[in-house]
């Protein structure tokens, strides 16, 4: 059976958002598919060519990074002259504190600036220059980031309009408003307040007609006052069990398949996915991860072409000799060298060269440039993550991997969450029942699962450093060095089995090719009551290679040129650990966990 998309041509209810005034406000709501984002941006490109607005009198707040940067990738598509998209400001949440005022930035958290900022609002010189404000996933601001946004609305100009998108239904958010008595939603503020509501009805996501049927049918559901929590939950799971019932009648892309790398494989907590990363890896099937606590993903051409550079500048005919050396070829070579160039150039430029070390600053930090970036950890095979992570995404195939027990929360959550992952999918959806993991949590936030045998959480930001992949008392010198780095350069993007020794050394047939963090063993340290003998050894799996960057002159004991260049490559550790203690007694029973 043949699926036809539709073409993705604007109806009458984007077109009416598309084209309204400069100066009118108001809350755009759309189920999942309806075109929001394309809809938001369209409205950038109309109000910049058909109604000269400045660009840089445009401001866009999105939920996500990857958001942002896929805003601006389609703002440019849509503008007749794309450089203006570089002057629009397109900025996550968590960053417009920082575009309004850099003084906030200045403050210890993100709260803490947003506290200091409120009330200084009126007073903001950003404020005033701007025409249009559009805010994208508004359902999920919540707490003083919706305080913030609020208020930002109540001092802009007169003349300045907004355009708000929005989903009830998708508001899966509300455990971040820590607030004792949590305030509604911030659209059903600015509607209280007066902002108009418009409404996008047409689904383009899917043109399957179980996918259809579900998408049209649920949401309803979901915003239903009549019903109870637990009603909702049940009515859509048997919603959901009838499309995926359908559906999996159709060709299906099956889980074992690592080319399909349009597969999103959605699990509703953050365990979950680290068992199935686990097992996906036992068997050998390449896949990448998305959820929180993850590391960036820095890509791992960029260590190998900065990785033996000396110096605090890098000319263009150097880097493509670098390029040639080490990248050209390789499955590493994930963009060409010429646009390699572009982004690093773009992220430090100093007089047609790259300035090295303003390079590792922005690399270092916690968010680093989105285009320097890989969207998930790893880079061949279907997405597994979270649903919460997968926020805004959509696949031409989802397997949705739901608890046998759900219980709704009081406040519908549950249901909401559900609905999120069953309308990801553009072509075909499976639901899988399981059972939650059960699992424990060191301080660190690492997981770990007791039992036969013994389960820990690797690849944590800091579980790999540089003084586990470029020194003592990993390696001695500077071939042993070369050796592993060149070992990781090899390395394909599939997943790949290491064992660990008593001293977290990684070893890959008989060779050390790094060390694991000490943090592992401070964690293991506090399990109380200490229920585990002395670690012996393990097995951890891996899913390719990423660049890691830090400050050459915090590490003084690493091995040159790795330590000068501030440049590495390391491995990204995917899933749980295996882990054998020796044998210890847990009441009258012992205790040993074998490697699988």
């Given at each position: 059976m043949r699926l036809w998309r539709r073409k993705p041509t604007k109806n009458d209810g984007q077109r009416d958002v598309i084209d309204a005034p400069v100066s009118r406000r108001m809350v755009v709501e759309g189920g999942p598919g309806t075109g929001k984002t394309a809809t938001a941006c369209a409205r950038v490109a109309r109000l910049i060519d058909s109604q000269s607005v400045d660009p840089s009198a445009i401001l866009v707040v999105s939920f996500t990074r990857i958001a942002v940067r896929e805003i601006g990738e389609r703002v440019a598509l849509a503008l007749k002259d794309r450089a203006a998209a570089q002057a629009v400001a397109i900025v996550t949440l968590d960053s417009l504190a920082a575009f309004l005022s850099p003084e906030a930035e200045e403050s210890e958290s993100h709260d803490d600036s947003i506290r200091f900022l409120i009330p200084q609002l009126p007073l903001c010189p950003a404020l005033r220059g701007l025409r249009h404000v559009i805010v994208d996933e508004a359902h999920d601001v919540v707490g003083l980031r919706a305080d913030l946004v609020e208020a930002m609305f109540r001092v802009l100009p007169d003349a300045c309009g907004a355009t708000v998108f929005a989903d009830s239904a998708q508001s899966i958010y509300d455990f971040a408003d820590r607030s004792r008595r949590p305030k509604p939603s911030l659209p059903a503020r600015l509607v209280e307040a007066g902002m108009p509501v418009a409404t996008l009805s047409v689904l383009y996501r899917t043109a399957n007609p179980a996918l259809t049927d579900l998408f049209e049918q649920s949401r309803p559901v979901v915003l239903s006052e009549r019903l109870s929590p637990a009603g909702k939950l049940k009515k859509l799971s048997r919603m959901l069990e009838k499309a995926a019932a359908e559906i999996d009648a159709l060709p299906f892309a099956e889980l074992a398949d690592s080319d399909n790398d349009d597969t999103l494989i959605l699990f509703r907590y953050r365990a979950d996915v680290l068992t199935a990363s686990t097992k996906l890896a036992e068997r050998g099937i390449g896949h990448r991860l998305r959820m929180s606590g993850l590391p960036s993903a820095l890509p791992a051409w960029i260590g190998l072409t900065l990785a033996r550079q000396d110096g605090a500048s890098l000319g263009r005919s150097r880097f493509i000799a670098a390029w040639d050396r080490y990248v050209a070829g390789t499955d590493h070579a994930i963009v060409n060298a010429d646009e390699a160039w572009a982004r690093l150039y773009l992220a430090a430029p100093s007089g047609g060269e790259i300035c090295l070390p303003s390079l590792r600053r922005k690399l270092m930090q916690a968010s680093p440039p989105l285009d320097l970036c890989l969207p998930q950890l790893g880079t061949a095979g279907p997405v597994v993550g979270t649903i919460h992570a997968s926020k805004g995404r959509e696949a031409e195939h989802v397997i949705l991997a739901v608890p046998n027990a759900l219980h709704p929360a009081a406040d519908g959550q549950e249901c909401r969450v559900l609905f999120v992952g069953a309308t990801r999918a553009k072509q075909g959806m499976r639901r899988l029942r399981h059972d939650p993991e059960k699992t424990g949590a060191f301080p660190s936030g690492r997981l770990w699962r007791d039992g036969d045998p013994f389960m820990l959480e690797l690849g944590m930001a800091e579980d790999i450093a540089a003084s586990g992949l470029?020194?003592?008392?990993?390696?001695?010198?500077?071939?042993?060095?070369?050796?592993?780095q060149d070992f990781w350069a090899?390395?394909?993007?599939?997943?790949?089995?290491?064992?660990?020794?008593?001293?977290?050394?990684?070893?890959?047939?008989?060779?050390?090719?790094?060390?694991?963090?000490?943090?592992?063993?401070?964690?293991?340290?506090?399990?109380?009551?200490?229920?585990?003998?002395?670690?012996?050894?393990?097995?951890?799996?891996?899913?390719?290679?990423?660049?890691?960057?830090?400050?050459?002159?915090?590490?003084?004991?690493?091995?040159?040129?790795?330590?000068?260049?501030?440049?590495?490559?390391?491995?990204?550790?995917?899933?749980?650990?295996?882990?054998?203690?020796?044998?210890?007694?847990?009441?009258?029973?012992?205790?040993?966990?074998?490697?699988?």
């Open positions: 470029l020194g003592p008392p990993a390696f001695a010198n500077a071939q042993q060095v070369e050796a592993a090899g390395l394909p993007p599939r997943p790949t089995s290491f064992l660990i020794d008593e001293k977290l050394n990684m070893i890959f047939e008989n060779h050390i090719v790094a060390r694991l963090s000490s943090s592992i063993d401070h964690d293991l340290a506090t399990l109380n009551p200490p229920r585990l003998g002395p670690f012996r050894s393990g097995r951890i799996w891996t899913l390719g290679v990423r660049t890691i960057v830090f400050a050459p002159d915090e590490h003084p004991a690493l091995i040159a040129p790795w330590r000068d260049s501030g440049f590495a490559l390391a491995p990204i550790v995917a899933g749980y650990g295996i882990l054998r203690f020796e044998e210890t007694t847990r009441g009258s029973s012992k205790f040993l966990a074998p490697l699988v």
